[in-house]
């Protein structure tokens, strides 16, 4: 291949309108695509938001008369020559007549809100957060609907579209022909929020008026004595002990109500004690004696920042994610790099959109169509075929994989004798997969690894630098195995720069990067409900997986590829990043944040909250909720929350509605499994520990071909190892020496799956 990146000669037309289809065409353009985008004829003026420099880059950009004849047949004439088009909205789709199942080779990239307002800016997130339940599962103060600043769940469809985009893309080079996928508005919110959306029927609601620092009080922010505040990121026994040794509080953890049990640490009845007790011990010292001494223990701590200093970070300067263009519109233009490294096939570095006029958008040679019939659809999914072996603990790792199995790999979770120690709360990452639990340390165990490395196409894992090495599992080592396999590492910080080797963890990320005060605003920093750094860069995991498959179906190598949570802190604000002269401020919330502004925010209503989006004033005042357009903000807040708060959720949409504002219901969690459509469309019934069914997030993606139709079920610990190491090769009766020796464990099949996430 002349052009070594990943989707060099892949081309997009990209008709898309919203932040998350254009996120996805960035993320193909980033690695080699050749886009094409063409504002849509729904595309609100609300959506011109300064992002739109980092997401249309790499872009060719134009705009067309869709009423016109003559420039609906150039787009159609782009359309032949088109390996990929992104649509958002269903006027474009029909007026291509893309509505069925795609011929040839296309591939239809369909990426619905499922809000009433099908394009535009913020607040398709915020109408989506609303409906899809992540605004009522945000910790607050008062536990009401939190309107989140950051667009997180627009990105992370936009991430996940790519992903599944790109597995399309390898499914496509075995059987030559395209196919519809979808990855709508509802996909995107359960796939940033897969954890949170596990529910247990016979549960109560969770409590979210635990405060804004979140439900684990060893997992939060806190103010020291020079008034700044410190996150400290201690989730696990290790940490925590840690952690409460540097505080001189050490005493917490042989209380006899938590009994040395992390777990107990985050109940309900320990909670409030255990948070006042650090509280105390934080609000003795500044900042920097804390940070030096609980770096010194090895505990991921970190001080909280603001987002726009997080660019100009020594680290995120180091790993490339500060990047510099000159954009048509803005003239030098700062925002983030790639999410991805790919180290076989190395993508270039962003280069700014460009606008041209219509008649010079390029000319595609038509695509040679398929010969022979097109396959019957499989029930496997587009990556059947592909085995994946899933080093991955905690969460990142575990997610990169499950999303994986969604995809229709083998996926094989690899994990340590006793199993993986996030299992407790986490087993809801591992869907999808099959168990080995093998001791990599003891040589037999190593070697039976290395066998099963021999018939794999992918190993993953999100170690700490120097992890690898150590056991022996380096990118060398798989390579003198397997020749053509491609590794995914997913680590904290990258792998160079002054931080390289700390440990992290998603919230600890979203406090340094800026996240979590730009949530709070003058009020507390917030813990963000949403893992929006360890599910985007366990996303990301397989968006890398899946680039350099497609590159080896192509180019028949392998290669080492890897990404970081502070890559992920990059993407999943890369709207809010964005640097440029006179560029406006990101939005910035507050305590119990309910929106920006009156016409934009949540509402209560008898029943819960509306979240209501007006175009003006004067819209409440013929609605009969003002009487009067001539007050201030506040009054008018007051007075439309009062009349509000006497309709029910229903009845005040149905009012809001008939008057032009749009507005959708905010919606419990546990509220979902009510509507039939989401409870046919998005959920599935597994067994849980309780002896009861749970609802979990089914399928999360659509394919016209190639869609698994399977509830993915989590395996007990070690519960597939015989058989997995069988299938490699390994004699029995050495499987049996390796099991007597405690090189390898049998496990057996988990009873249930595990409560909801502790966020």
Not at 464 to 479: H, K
Not at 623 to 645: C, K, P, T, Y
């Given at each position: 291949?002349?052009?070594?990146?990943?989707?060099?000669?892949?081309?997009?037309?990209?008709?898309?309108?919203?932040?998350?289809?254009?996120?996805?065409?960035?993320?193909?353009?980033?690695?080699?695509?050749?886009?094409?985008?063409?504002?849509?004829?729904?595309?609100?003026?609300?959506?011109?938001?300064?992002?739109?420099?980092?997401?249309?880059?790499?872009?060719?950009?134009?705009?067309?008369?869709?009423?016109?004849?003559?420039?609906?047949?150039?787009?159609?004439?782009?359309?032949?020559?088109?390996?990929?088009?992104?649509?958002?909205?269903?006027?474009?789709?029909?007026?291509?007549?893309?509505?069925?199942?795609?011929?040839?080779?296309?591939?239809?990239?369909?990426?619905?809100?499922?809000?009433?307002?099908?394009?535009?800016?913020?607040?398709?997130?915020?109408?989506?957060?609303?409906?899809?339940?992540?605004?009522?599962?945000?910790?607050?103060?008062?536990?009401?609907?939190?309107?989140?600043?950051?667009?997180?769940?627009?990105?992370?469809?936009?991430?996940?579209?790519?992903?599944?985009?790109?597995?399309?893309?390898?499914?496509?080079?075995?059987?030559?022909?395209?196919?519809?996928?979808?990855?709508?508005?509802?996909?995107?919110?359960?796939?940033?929020?897969?954890?949170?959306?596990?529910?247990?029927?016979?549960?109560?609601?969770?409590?979210?008026?635990?405060?804004?620092?979140?439900?684990?009080?060893?997992?939060?922010?806190?103010?020291?004595?020079?008034?700044?505040?410190?996150?400290?990121?201690?989730?696990?026994?290790?940490?925590?002990?840690?952690?409460?040794?540097?505080?001189?509080?050490?005493?917490?953890?042989?209380?006899?109500?938590?009994?040395?049990?992390?777990?107990?640490?985050?109940?309900?009845?320990?909670?409030?004690?255990?948070?006042?007790?650090?509280?105390?011990?934080?609000?003795?010292?500044?900042?920097?004696?804390?940070?030096?001494?609980?770096?010194?223990?090895?505990?991921?701590?970190?001080?909280?920042?603001?987002?726009?200093?997080?660019?100009?970070?020594?680290?995120?300067?180091?790993?490339?994610?500060?990047?510099?263009?000159?954009?048509?519109?803005?003239?030098?233009?700062?925002?983030?790099?790639?999410?991805?490294?790919?180290?076989?096939?190395?993508?270039?570095?962003?280069?700014?959109?460009?606008?041209?006029?219509?008649?010079?958008?390029?000319?595609?040679?038509?695509?040679?169509?398929?010969?022979?019939?097109?396959?019957?659809?499989?029930?496997?999914?587009?990556?059947?075929?592909?085995?994946?072996?899933?080093?991955?603990?905690?969460?990142?790792?575990?997610?990169?994989?499950?999303?994986?199995?969604?995809?229709?790999?083998?996926?094989?979770?690899?994990?340590?004798?006793g199993g993986d120690v996030f299992r407790t709360v986490g087993a809801h990452y591992n869907r999808g997969m099959r168990s080995l639990e093998v001791d990599l340390r003891n040589p037999m165990g190593h070697a039976a690894f290395l066998q099963l490395v021999g018939v794999s196409d992918v190993v993953m894992d999100n170690y700490r630098l120097g992890v690898l090495d150590r056991l022996a599992i380096d990118y060398e080592s798989l390579t003198a195995v397997k020749p053509d396999v491609i590794t995914v590492s997913v680590t904290g910080f990258g792998e160079i720069g002054p931080l390289a080797r700390r440990p992290a963890f998603d919230p600890m990320m979203g406090a340094i990067s800026g996240m979590q005060k730009s949530q709070g605003g003058d009020s507390d920093p917030v813990f963000i409900g949403v893992a929006v750094n360890d599910v985007s860069s366990g996303c990301a995991a397989a968006f890398a997986a899946c680039l350099a498959l497609f590159h080896r179906a192509r180019a028949g190598e392998g290669q080492r590829t890897g990404t970081s949570l502070a890559a992920a802190s990059v993407f999943m604000q890369s709207g809010e990043l964005i640097q440029y002269p006179d560029c406006p401020p990101p939005r910035v919330g507050g305590r119990d944040f309910a929106g920006p502004s009156v016409l934009d925010r949540f509402y209560p209503s008898t029943d819960g909250y509306v979240r209501v989006l007006a175009n003006s004033i004067d819209q409440f005042v013929d609605a009969g909720i003002l009487e009067s357009a001539h007050v201030d903000d506040?009054?008018?807040?007051?007075?439309?929350?009062?009349?509000?708060?006497?309709?029910?959720?229903?009845?005040?949409?149905?009012?809001?509605?008939?008057?032009?504002?749009?507005?959708?219901?905010?919606?419990?969690?546990?509220?979902?499994?009510?509507?039939?459509?989401?409870?046919?469309?998005?959920?599935?019934?597994?067994?849980?520990?309780?002896?009861?069914?749970?609802?979990?997030?089914?399928?999360?993606?659509?394919?016209?071909?190639?869609?698994?139709?399977?509830?993915?079920?989590?395996?007990?610990?070690?519960?597939?190892?015989?058989?997995?190491?069988?299938?490699?090769?390994?004699?029995?009766?050495?499987?049996?020496?390796?099991?007597?020796?405690?090189?390898?464990?049998?496990?057996?099949?988990?009873?249930?799956?595990?409560?909801?996430?502790?966020?």
């Amino acid at each position: 291949m002349k052009d070594n990146q990943a989707l060099a000669g892949v081309r997009v037309l990209d008709l898309s309108g919203t932040i998350a289809s254009s996120v996805a065409g960035m993320l193909l353009g980033d690695y080699g695509a050749e886009v094409v985008h063409l504002k849509p004829a729904k595309w609100r003026e609300a959506g011109e938001l300064p992002g739109l420099a980092v997401w249309h880059r790499n872009k060719i950009c134009s705009e067309l008369d869709w009423a016109s004849d003559a420039s609906l047949g150039i787009v159609r004439e782009l359309l032949r020559g088109a390996d990929i088009c992104i649509t958002s909205d269903a006027f474009t789709a029909t007026e291509l007549g893309m509505n069925g199942e795609e011929p040839g080779r296309l591939i239809h990239l369909r990426m619905p809100p499922c809000v009433p307002l099908e394009s535009g800016g913020l607040d398709v997130d915020n109408l989506l957060a609303a409906i899809s339940g992540v605004a009522l599962r945000q910790s607050s103060f008062g536990g009401g609907a939190i309107d989140l600043v950051t667009p997180y769940v627009s990105y992370e469809q936009g991430l996940w579209a790519a992903t599944a985009t790109v597995a399309a893309l390898v499914e496509r080079e075995k059987s030559g022909f395209g196919q519809q996928v979808t990855v709508d508005g509802l996909h995107g919110s359960i796939v940033a929020n897969i954890a949170t959306l596990v529910m247990d029927p016979a549960a109560p609601p969770i409590d979210t008026t635990v405060g804004p620092g979140g439900a684990m009080p060893t997992y939060s922010s806190y103010r020291c004595a020079d008034d700044k505040w410190v996150f400290i990121g201690a989730p696990t026994p290790k940490f925590q002990q840690a952690s409460l040794e540097v505080l001189g509080i050490p005493q917490v953890w042989i209380d006899p109500r938590i009994g040395g049990t992390f777990t107990n640490l985050h109940s309900p009845e320990n909670r409030s004690w255990v948070r006042a007790m650090i509280a105390d011990a934080f609000a003795t010292q500044p900042s920097d004696y804390w940070l030096k001494r609980l770096e010194a223990a090895d505990v991921p701590v970190g001080l909280v920042g603001e987002t726009r200093d997080w660019l100009s970070d020594p680290q995120i300067q180091a790993i490339g994610q500060r990047r510099i263009v000159t954009d048509p519109c803005h003239g030098e233009t700062v925002m983030g790099g790639l999410l991805v490294e790919l180290f076989g096939s190395p993508a270039e570095g962003p280069s700014p959109r460009r606008f041209v006029p219509f008649e010079e958008l390029p000319v595609w040679p038509g695509q040679k169509q398929p010969s022979g019939r097109k396959p019957r659809p499989t029930n496997r999914g587009p990556l059947d075929g592909i085995r994946v072996l899933n080093l991955g603990a905690m969460l990142a790792g575990p997610y990169g994989g499950m999303l994986m199995a969604e995809l229709g790999a083998d996926v094989v979770k690899v994990e340590p004798r006793g199993g993986d120690v996030f299992r407790t709360v986490g087993a809801h990452y591992n869907r999808g997969m099959r168990s080995l639990e093998v001791d990599l340390r003891n040589p037999m165990g190593h070697a039976a690894f290395l066998q099963l490395v021999g018939v794999s196409d992918v190993v993953m894992d999100n170690y700490r630098l120097g992890v690898l090495d150590r056991l022996a599992i380096d990118y060398e080592s798989l390579t003198a195995v397997k020749p053509d396999v491609i590794t995914v590492s997913v680590t904290g910080f990258g792998e160079i720069g002054p931080l390289a080797r700390r440990p992290a963890f998603d919230p600890m990320m979203g406090a340094i990067s800026g996240m979590q005060k730009s949530q709070g605003g003058d009020s507390d920093p917030v813990f963000i409900g949403v893992a929006v750094n360890d599910v985007s860069s366990g996303c990301a995991a397989a968006f890398a997986a899946c680039l350099a498959l497609f590159h080896r179906a192509r180019a028949g190598e392998g290669q080492r590829t890897g990404t970081s949570l502070a890559a992920a802190s990059v993407f999943m604000q890369s709207g809010e990043l964005i640097q440029y002269p006179d560029c406006p401020p990101p939005r910035v919330g507050g305590r119990d944040f309910a929106g920006p502004s009156v016409l934009d925010r949540f509402y209560p209503s008898t029943d819960g909250y509306v979240r209501v989006l007006a175009n003006s004033i004067d819209q409440f005042v013929d609605a009969g909720i003002l009487e009067s357009a001539h007050v201030d903000d506040d009054v008018a807040a007051d007075q439309i929350a009062g009349a509000l708060r006497l309709l029910s959720r229903e009845e005040a949409v149905a009012l809001l509605e008939a008057n032009g504002i749009f507005s959708v219901p905010a919606r419990n969690i546990c509220e979902l499994p009510d509507d039939p459509s989401i409870r046919t469309d998005y959920l599935a019934i597994v067994r849980g520990d309780t002896g009861g069914d749970f609802f979990v997030p089914n399928r999360l993606a659509r394919f016209s071909r190639t869609e698994r139709p399977d509830t993915l079920q989590t395996p007990g610990a070690g519960e597939h190892t015989r058989d997995l190491l069988e299938t490699a090769g390994v004699p029995m009766s050495e499987i049996e020496d390796a099991i007597a020796s405690g090189a390898v464990h049998q496990g057996k099949p988990l009873k249930g799956i595990g409560g909801v996430s502790y966020r």
